[in-house]
């Protein structure tokens, strides 16, 4: 398939759904946010979800500009972004859990915005650790249990034993793509906690894969990659949407 045919703003990520083509992440995030029944379960959930998801990439804007610059751009600007500008942006999301009192953005489930915002809490976590830098996630405690409680969600667990999980937040032009697999793993296991399985948090009707879905298909990395899919163009492959 031609992409730009069916699509002139084709480019990863991207998502066929049968005729339908979607192009660009917050529109390919929206398209599955509502397909997979995670925009919120009534007017207000949606309007929280909604407003999370504006601030998430706020947050997710000022990194492509770190990621993205020249190198000595980067070398005089990567830890300014790491040490105050994430402190701002995460500042504001604690508050507004604390505010709320759930344990999501939006409610006691997950919905799209948590999944968005995982991905760049598990990025700059990451990112700071390859930068000698002190965990952005440390003083955020409403935060921190959020990154949490999403990284162990049963239905989530296929997705991150999976290479998928694996492969680079960013494309190879990026100053920061991932460090190695075993680097992570062992990043990821000194911050979690024991705590109990979600259980009945799913919302939708496609309880059994929602989790894992939006894992695969949803978190969105840099326009021109997209973590769970290949990032060079040529190498393009289809995921299919789950079964209505």
Same mark, same amino acid.
């Given at each position: 398939?031609?992409?730009?045919? @069916? ?30 029944? !995670? ?5 207000? /959930? ?7 998801? /504006?601030?998430? =990439?706020? !947050?997710?804007?000022?990194?492509? #500009? ?14 300014? @972004? $790491? ?12 508050? +507004? ?6 344990? =999501? ?21 990451? +990112? ?5 830098? &002190?965990?952005? $996630? ?14 162990? $969600?049963?239905? !989530?667990?296929? =997705? ?14 990026? #100053? ?9 793993? /062992? ?19 496609? &309880? ?16 021109? /990659? +997209? ?13 299919? !949407?789950?079964?209505?």
């Amino acid at each position: 398939m031609d992409l730009v045919e @069916h699509n002139p703003f084709a480019a990863l990520p991207y998502i066929i759904d049968g005729d339908t083509v979607v192009a660009t992440a917050p529109a390919s995030s929206g398209y599955l946010a509502h397909k997979l029944c !995670l925009e919120g379960s009534d007017e207000a /959930a949606r309007s929280r979800n909604q407003q999370a998801l /504006a601030v998430v =990439y706020e !947050l997710r804007a000022d990194a492509l #500009r770190v990621l993205y610059a020249p190198a000595e751009v980067y070398e005089m600007g990567h830890r300014g @972004h $790491l040490e105050r500008t994430v402190r701002m942006h995460y500042s504001k999301l604690n508050c +507004w859990l604390e505010m709320h009192g759930t344990k =999501y953005l939006t409610a006691d489930s997950p919905a799209s915005a948590d999944f968005e915002l995982w991905e760049m809490l598990d990025m700059h976590e990451l +990112w700071a650790n390859d930068s000698g830098v &002190k965990r952005p $996630l440390a003083p955020f405690q409403h935060l921190t249990k959020l990154y949490e409680r999403v990284r162990l $969600l049963p239905a !989530l667990q296929p =997705y991150f034993l999976s290479p998928a999980f694996h492969l680079p937040f960013n494309n190879k032009m990026a #100053r920061f793509r991932q460090t190695d697999s075993s680097k992570h793993d /062992a990043l990821c296991a000194r911050k979690a906690r024991t705590l109990l399985p979600e259980k009945g948090a799913e919302s939708c009707a496609q &309880k059994e894969n929602v989790y894992g879905t939006i894992n695969c298909l949803y978190m969105v990395s840099p326009p021109s /990659a +997209w973590r769970g899919k290949p990032s060079h163009p040529d190498e393009r492959s289809d995921f299919p !949407l789950p079964p209505p």
